[in-house]
């Protein structure tokens, strides 16, 4: 369902209609769900972060600008609920856990659609070892296919930052191909 499809909904859900806001989460689950999995490695994480970020837009439909496209306003929300996430679990780590190294979790995809071919997960395993902010760039550039302006506006950074980004993460990703002898690898 594109955005213009969903309008009708989005304003029955602002007006609190559940059946609404049920369709509405229905039609933008999996893109949120893949999204956040780009990002956090966790999948009770992914989980517990896809709730927060549907629990935030029911709170929040009155903000929302019918003159913007609605995804790109979900997706800030997604992204804003992302870092508040790393931000609780960096609290969490230096309060209760300095002395021991967090380790992460095999992602287990359950979305394969995301994965239809070896190459594109070699190169998502490329695109993991980004640190999270070169990350969240190549996700919104490639994956949603958002302009450096619009990332910048959904990061709350500078446009010159952006572009610093991205031009790290490019050519992090080219090294690490070319580490590889040209050919992709998969951990």
């Not at 994965?115 to 997960?121: G, R, T, V």
Request: hydrophobic share 40%.
């Amino acid at each position: 369902m594109n955005d213009k499809e969903l309008i009708p909904w989005l304003e029955k859900a602002a007006l609190g209609d559940e059946s609404a806001f049920h369709l509405v989460y229905q039609a933008t689950q999996q893109d949120v769900y893949r999204t956040i999995a780009f990002l956090v490695y966790n999948k009770q994480d992914i989980e517990d972060i896809v709730n927060e970020v549907y629990m935030r837009m029911w709170r929040s439909f009155h903000t929302y600008d019918s003159s913007r496209k609605f995804r790109y306003w979900l997706h800030g929300i997604t992204i804003r609920q992302v870092q508040d996430w790393k931000r609780k679990a960096w609290r969490r780590i230096r309060l209760f856990e300095r002395n021991r190294q967090m380790t992460i979790e095999q992602l287990e995809w359950t979305d394969k659609a995301v994965l239809k071919s070896e190459m594109q997960h070699e190169l998502f395993c490329l695109v993991r070892q980004l640190s999270y902010k070169l990350r969240v760039v190549i996700i919104l550039r490639y994956f949603h296919d958002y302009a450096l302006e619009e990332i910048a506006d959904i990061l709350q950074i500078p446009v010159g930052t952006v572009k610093s980004r991205h031009h790290l993460a490019m050519k992090e990703l080219r090294n690490r191909y070319e580490m590889t002898g040209g050919e992709m690898y998969v951990h």
